[in-house]
C-alpha cells in the first residue's frame, strides 16, 4: 500500500487543480493521498470527489505557516474542522499576511529595474486563495527574467535576497490548541528542511509533543536519508507517528513526484487511529465542531 500525505494543488502554490492532482495519485499507483495546501482547505471537497470516483483514499489536510520562536515551522494538520471558529480566524490571518506582503515584494523587484506589477501575480496565481512567493516566481518567469521557479527564489526569493519579504505565520503553540479544538491531528512538516532546521532541535520537538503534537514527517525530499533515520529514531522515542510524502507542486516543484516519499502503513493506521480519538475528544467538548475525517476505501 503506497501513502502520500503531504501536496498541493492550485488552491495554493501546486499547478494540477485538486482532482487533476487526484487523478495522478490514482495514475501514479497510490493507494491513499492527502491534499495540504498552504493555510486552505477549499480544495477538498473536488479531491474528495475525484477520489472517489478513482478509487484511492483521500485524506483532508492543511499546511499552515507557523512560526516558533522567530523561525518558520510548518505544520500538517489532518481532519480539521476548517469552519471551526477559532481555527479559521488563525487562517485568515496567515492568508492576509500573504496578500500584504505582495506589494512590498512588487516594491523591491521594481528597485531592481524588473518591471512586474501585483496583476502580474495575481494572473498567475488565478485559482489560489492567497499569492505565495511561488506564484510571484511563475510572474518572472513569464516576464523571461528567471527560468524556473527555483532560480526565482535563490537570486530575489528567499531570506537574504533582495526581494524577500517576512511575512506572518500562526503561532505554532497555540495552532497546536486550536489543531485538537478544531477536531484534527498536527504533524509537523520537514523539520529538517531548509526553514525549520535551526528551530526544531529535539528538545524543541520533544516540547511539542508535549503540547500535543502527534506526528513528524520523516520522509521528505529535502530531508537526508540521514535526516531522516535520525528524526525516525527521535520520532520513536517521543511516541510520535512518523509520516511521508512528497510535497508535490505538480510543475512547480522538481524532484517532487507524487509517492517520491510515502508514510508505511502501519503509521497510516496510528494516524487515523489518533484522528478518530482527536474528533471525538473535540466533539465532546465543543458538539459543533465537524472534523473532516479520511475517506478510505
Ligand atoms: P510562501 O509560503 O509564499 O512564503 O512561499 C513558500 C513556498 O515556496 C514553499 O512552501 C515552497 O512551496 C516554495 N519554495 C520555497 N523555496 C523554494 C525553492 N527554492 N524553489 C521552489 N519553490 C520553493
Ligand atoms: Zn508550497
Ligand atoms: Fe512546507
Ligand atoms: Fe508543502
Do not use: N
Not at 103 to 116: D, H, K, S, T
Not at 209 to 217: D, I, P, Q, S, Y
Not at 234 to 263: E, F, I, N, P, W
Not at 265 to 281: G, K, N, T, V, Y
Request: glycine content about 12%; aromatic content about 4%.
Amino acid at each position: 500500500m503506497r501513502v502520500d500525505l503531504h501536496t498541493h494543488s492550485h488552491r495554493s502554490d501546486g499547478t494540477d487543480s485538486p482532482a487533476a492532482l487526484v487523478r495522478a495519485a490514482a495514475a501514479a499507483g497510490l493507494d491513499v493521498v492527502a491534499l495540504t495546501d498552504h493555510d486552505a482547505a477549499d480544495g477538498w471537497g473536488a479531491a474528495q470527489r475525484a477520489a472517489g470516483e478513482s478509487g484511492v483514499g483521500f485524506v483532508p489536510g492543511i499546511e499552515v505557516s507557523c512560526s516558533l520562536d522567530d523561525g518558520t515551522v510548518h505544520l500538517l494538520a489532518y481532519g480539521v474542522d476548517p469552519a471551526h471558529p477559532g481555527l479559521a480566524t488563525e487562517l485568515g490571518r496567515v492568508l492576509q499576511g500573504r496578500a500584504r506582503r505582495l506589494p512590498g515584494v512588487v516594491r523591491r523587484l521594481r528597485g531592481l529595474g524588473i518591471e512586474i506589477t501585483e496583476a502580474d501575480v495575481r494572473a498567475v496565481s488565478g485559482e489560489a486563495v492567497a499569492p505565495g512567493r511561488p506564484h510571484v516566481a511563475d510572474a518572472l518567469i513569464g516576464a523571461g527574467v528567471v527560468g524556473d521557479r527555483r532560480e526565482a527564489f535563490v537570486r530575489f526569493l528567499m531570506p537574504g535576497r533582495p526581494a524577500y519579504v517576512p511575512r506572518y505565520g500562526a503561532p505554532l503553540r497555540e495552532m497546536l490548541a486550536l489543531v485538537a479544538a478544531a477536531g484534527g491531528v498536527a504533524v509537523v512538516a520537514h523539520p529538517w528542511s531548509r526553514g525549520s532546521r535551526r528551530v526544531l532541535s529535539p528538545g524543541a520537538l520533544a516540547e511539542l509533543a508535549r503540547l500535543g503534537l502527534t506526528g513528524v514527517e520523516v520522509w521528505h525530499r529535502d530531508q537526508s536519508e540521514r535526516d531522516s533515520r535520525e528524526l525516525s529514531a527521535l520520532a520513536r522515542d517521543l511516541g510520535q507517528v512518523q509520516t511521508g510524502g512528497s510535497d508535490y507542486h505538480g510543475l512547480g516543484k522538481v524532484d517532487h513526484d507524487l509517492g517520491c516519499r510515502t508514510t508505511p502503513p502501519d503509521q497510516l493506521e496510528r494516524l487515523l487511529a489518533a484522528m478518530d480519538s482527536a474528533a471525538q475528544q473535540a466533539r465532546a467538548s465543543d458538539p459543533s465542531v465537524r472534523p473532516a475525517g479520511a475517506d478510505l476505501r
